[in-house]
C-alpha cells in the first residue's frame, strides 16, 4: 500500500513569509508526528498527534510553529514569518496508534530553504 | 527533560572490519528503536527492544538493550558498502506517550 507522503518536496521562500507542510499519513494509522532534521543533525522532535489531537506540542521551536490535523488523517504544518534559522528537512511519520511500542514510517520529508 | 546521546557521530570503516554504535539515555526507557537513514533518504525501521538485558539479531546486526534500560548497541560485523548510512537510536519513556526522543546518529562510511 501507499507508505507517508509529504508535499511539497523542496520549498524555496523568502525570509518573513509563511510556508505550509502538509502529510499524508498510511491509511489506518491515527498517530502522527513531526520531526525537523537540519544539515547533518538528529531527528528534533516537534509535535505528534493522536486522532486529531496534539497530546504533546512540546517540542515546536516557538509561537510561529503550529499544526493541526484534520479527519483523523492529512496534517499540515504551519511556519509564520519563516526565519533563516527555520531552513530544514521536515519529516513526517505516522503509527498504528500512538505509543512507543509502535514503528513510526517516515515520509520523504519537504526540504525548506528559507532565503 | 529526557535526552539520549549518541556515540560516535561519525565512523569510516574498511569494508569487512565491525562498527558499533553506543546510545545512553539520561532516564530509564521503556524501550528502544533503531532506525537506518541512508543519504538522502528517510529513516526507516530496523528493530526494537523492549526487555531488560534482550539482544536480538538481524543477519550481521546485532541489538542490545542494557540491563538498566538505560543505554543499547548496534553492532555490525563485517561491513559491507550497503551497509553506509546513518544509524539513529531512538528511545520512549515510561508513560508511553507516543514521543520517541532520537539520538543524534552515528554516520557509517565503509571504504571498498
Known amino acids: 500500500g501507499a507508505g507517508v507522503s509529504q508535499s511539497p518536496s523542496n520549498k524555496v521562500t523568502e525570509k518573513g513569509k509563511d510556508v505550509e507542510l502538509r502529510c499524508d499519513p498510511i491509511s489506518g494509522h491515527t498517530a502522527l508526528y513531526w520531526y525537523r532534521q537540519s544539515l547533518g543533525q538528529g531527528l528534533e522532535f516537534l509535535i505528534y498527534f493522536q486522532g486529531n489531537s496534539a497530546p504533546d506540542k512540546s517540542g515546536l521551536p516557538s509561537d510561529r510553529f503550529s499544526a493541526e490535523r484534520t479527519g483523523g488523517s492529512v496534517s499540515t504544518l504551519t511556519i509564520q514569518r519563516t526565519q533563516q534559522e527555520d531552513s530544514a528537512v521536515y519529516l513526517c511519520a505516522s503509527s498504528l496508534i500512538a505509543g512507543v511500542i509502535h514503528e513510526q514510517f517516515f515520509g520523504p520529508g519537504t526540504r525548506l530553504t528559507v532565503l | 527533560g529526557q535526552q539520549v546521546m549518541q556515540i560516535p557521530q561519525y565512523q569510516h570503516v574498511q569494508e569487512g572490519e565491525d562498527f558499533t554504535t553506543y546510545c545512553n539515555s539520561s532516564t530509564t526507557l521503556s524501550n528502544i528503536q533503531w532506525y537506518k537513514q541512508r543519504p538522502g533518504g528517510h529513516p526507516v525501521f530496523l528493530i526494537q527492544l523492549v526487555k531488560s538485558g534482550e539482544v536480538k539479531k538481524q543477519k550481521r546486526l546485532t541489538f542490545q538493550f542494557g540491563e538498566a534500560k538505560k543505554n543499547s548497541s548496534l553492532h555490525i560485523t563485517a561491513t559491507q558498502t550497503t551497509d553506509v548510512g546513518t544509524y539513529f537510536c531512538?528511545?520512549?519513556?515510561?508513560?508511553?506517550?507516543?514521543?520517541?526522543?532520537f539520538g543524534q546518529g552515528t554516520t557509517l562510511q565503509v571504504k571498498p
Open positions: 531512538a528511545g520512549g519513556g515510561s508513560s508511553n506517550t507516543g514521543k520517541l526522543i
